[in-house]
Every structure is written in C-alpha cells, then in structure tokens.
C-alpha cells in the first residue's frame, strides 16, 4: 500500500503558503468562479450549512452523526483543525485520506491556477488559504461521493468561501459579538453578515437567540421565502441531568420527544447544541414532514464526540481542554464546570491570540479560578504570555496570577498547584488545545 504522507504534506505546505484565515478577503466571486470550472461540485449533494458564533463545530458533528446514523454518506467541514487539516475535511466519519487529500488538490490545481492568474491581473490577492481549502473541501465531497454536506463557515457567513453552496438547511448557533473589526461593531450587524447563508427555500433553524438578532434573522428567512425552527419554540431541551461520562436529555422537536437518551458530552450548552443539531436534520429528512426514529438519535448521540471540548485529558489533577475562544465561549465553560464537575482547586491555564477578548474570558473565568496561569501557543499571533498576565492581573489580582512563556511548563504548575483532588482547565486558543492534546498523548 503506497503512504501518500509526503504528497500530503506537500500540498499541506502549499495550502500554508496562501493568505492565512486570520485576514479573510469579504468576497465571494473567486471561490464561486473556481468551482463554476470545476462544474460546480458543491451542486452534487445536500447541504446544511452553518454559522454562529459558539458551538458551530460540536453541532456540526452531531448533525454529522445524526445523518450518518440515518444511513446518508456524509462530507463534514469544519475548521479549524486541531492537529492536521484532513481533520476539516471528514467524509462519512473518517478524516479525508492523504491519498485523496493529493489526487483531488492534483484534480483542481489547473483551476486554481487559472483564478489566481484573473485575481492578479485583477490588482486583487491570490486564493487565500480558506478559499482554496474550501475548492478542494467541496471536490473530496463530489469524488466521494457523499449525499450531504455538513459545511461549518469559517468567517462570518454572507461572503465566507463556503457560501457558494445552497443551504437546503441553514443552522446559527448563538450568535454574539466577535471579530467586530471584520464583520461589524454590533451584534446586528454581525447578524446580518451570517444571515447571508440563508438562500431562497432554504428551511432556517436557530439556537435561541438576542431578540435583535432574531429579528435579522427572521427578516431573512421571510426575504427568502424560508420556513423558521427555533429552539425554545417550536423544538426545545426538556431536562437535562448528569450522567456517567456526561449527561442524559430529554428533548422535543416538531415530530416526536426523545426521554433518557445519553449524550457523553459535558454542559448544558451541549445539550442545547444537540438539539439544534436534532432539529436541523428533522429538517432535512424528508423536508422536515418525518421524524427521526429514536433508534438513529440515541446511536448518533450516544457516540457524539467533540475534541477539544470540555474533553477530560488526564487525571489526579484532572485536566480539561476546552476552546473557549471568547467571552460567551467562556461563560458556557464556567456553567459547564459547575454542572459537571467539583474540584476542591481549580487552576485555568490561560493562552489566547491578539485579536481576542482576553479580559472578557478571564472575567467570565475569574468567578470560579482558585489560580490563572496565563502561557503562550507556539503561534505568531499568540499573546506573549508576559503581555497576557498584564491584562489577567487587573481582574484575577497578582497573588492569583502566574505565567509561564511555554505550555508544558503551564500545565505542569497548574497541577502542582491544584494538587491531586483539583481541576486544570487549560483554555483559550484552538492553538493552545492543539498543544495541549499533543501534551497529553505523550
């Protein structure tokens, strides 16, 4: 069997040469003329398609497992990656192949060529990283070939790469403010930018949300002639209790309750993401007219898995990855840490990256903290930890503040401070989680 590896991380290295996620270009033309040459692949399966602020990627893949437990062949992009891009691309549960990974980016390199060529000549940047992971995203999915696409925005929603696609169902997870300095200062106006994957018959559903917010969307599912679900109205968590491993719900969606199925993720904010994850494929099967057997809702849920997120890595001290990202990321940290877990010491290790909230997570952090140790990801644009503990200080206080410029030496504070009975949660960038699990492998 040959190991296509090195091919992969060729074309790896190639994708990373490209503009990086962090400065998105708002246009959407490129990405659409890409795939137009390659014959529109995106146009060869169903698409869900979501954006939100918290919680995109774990509804994603309940929603995955969801369909997949439904007997559909499923495509799931979601970003970013924790350890190795074919993570973003997971076609009927597994990470794409590197084999398929090479012969698909060999397929559209012609394309991508050739749009390059029209940008420049154009004044404009070349394909960004994103653009032309999305191109070959949605051409592993059409070689696959899958029934449905699970497609996760990376940015915003009304000009993000994925958008080329025609959502059969829309999905918007809480919505709250974030990169403001891209997509807008207000929560209105970030609305509006994610409402742009609302497409005309598209059937919207949405986690509860800010009443403005609501308005925006509901304003644009009724321009589009779009049926509406909201959790909380039309669907809703009945009761959620803890279990071994997790939690068991109860919920209700349009066609049927569900009583006592296990859901092996930790926080209520899981649950509700379920939920929504639930009612977005009761939307898609059968155009929202059928209910899910309760035989495809407990396997799919009873094996949801979401790396990265209130995952349990190691024990005595206990130590906990989540990628709360932003404040409302945060928050629904702290809540699920009072849920799920007790701890006589709780110590948060702390490394974000510049153009995030670092006061607004520490504040929402600080209720539960025993200690912060504040560190840094290897990543360019990680807040060096020394500039990190300056913005902790004012909030946590200096006798509850520690720093360390590497990970490892972190965590290992942490857990001395906290001893054999406490917590670490180690928090912030995707970055920091992504060194984290290689921490704990070893």
């Known amino acids: 069997m040959t190991d296509h590896r090195a091919e992969a991380d060729q ?143 990376g940015m915003g929603g009304e000009w993000d790469a994925t958008n080329v696609a025609h959502a059969d169902v829309a999905v918007f ?53 779009s049926s509406m679900t909201v959790v909380g109205r039309d669907v ?49 099967i059968g155009g929202g007219e059928q209910e899910i057997s309760r035989e495809v809702v407990e396997e799919a849920l009873g094996h949801s898995s979401s790396p990265g997120r209130l995952q349990v890595v190691a024990h005595r001290p206990t130590v906990i990855i989540d990628a709360a990202h932003n404040p409302h990321g945060a928050e629904s940290l702290a809540r699920a840490l009072m849920q799920s877990f007790q701890f006589e010491t709780l110590v948060v290790v702390l490394g974000v990256l ?10 929402a952090l600080d209720p539960l903290a025993d200690m912060f140790v504040v560190t840094q990801s290897e990543s360019d644009r990680a807040v060096p930890a020394e500039d990190l503990a300056e913005k902790v200080i004012p909030v946590a206080g200096p006798d509850r503040t520690s720093w360390r410029d590497n990970l490892v030496d972190a965590i290992e504070l942490a857990q001395q401070q906290a001893g054999a009975d406490g917590g670490v949660v180690v928090t912030g960038s995707v970055t920091v989680i992504a060194e984290a699990l290689e921490w704990a492998e070893r």
């Open 11 to 153: 074309v790896i290295d190639e994708l990373y040469q490209r503009m990086g996620e962090s400065s998105p270009q708002p246009r959407l033309w490129p990405t659409r003329r890409a795939v137009e040459l390659l014959g529109d692949p995106q146009q060869m399966f169903g698409v869900v398609h979501l954006t939100g602020s918290n919680g995109k990627t774990s509804t994603a893949r309940i929603i995955d497992a969801l369909l997949r437990a439904h007997g559909l062949r499923t495509g799931l992009m979601t970003s970013p990656h924790l350890e190795r891009i074919n993570e973003r691309i997971v076609i009927d549960g597994e990470p794409v192949s590197d084999e398929a990974l090479v012969a698909n980016y060999r397929d559209i390199d012609p394309v991508l060529t050739m749009v390059d060529a029209e940008l420049l000549a154009g004044g404009e940047p070349a394909l960004s990283f994103f653009e032309t992971l999305t191109v070959l995203t949605l051409a592993c999915f059409a070689d696959a070939p899958v029934d449905v696409a699970v497609l996760e925005v």
């Open 354 to 363: 510049r153009d995030k909230d670092a006061r607004g997570i520490v504040e």
């Open 236 to 284: 809703e968590l009945l009761a959620t209790t803890p279990g071994v491993g997790g939690q068991v719900v109860d919920f209700r969606l349009r066609h049927a309750e569900y009583r006592s199925i296990p859901l092996p993720l930790f926080g209520v904010h899981q649950a509700d993401n379920a939920v929504l994850a639930a009612a977005a494929v009761e939307q898609f």
């Open 173 to 225: 997870t809480p919505i709250a403010l974030e990169h403001t300095e891209i997509l807008g200062d207000t929560v209105v106006e970030i609305a509006k930018t994610k409402s742009g994957i609302i497409k005309p018959a598209s059937r919207v559903v949405t986690a509860l949300q800010k009443p403005e917010v609501f308005d925006v969307l509901q304003s644009a599912a009724e321009h589009n002639e």
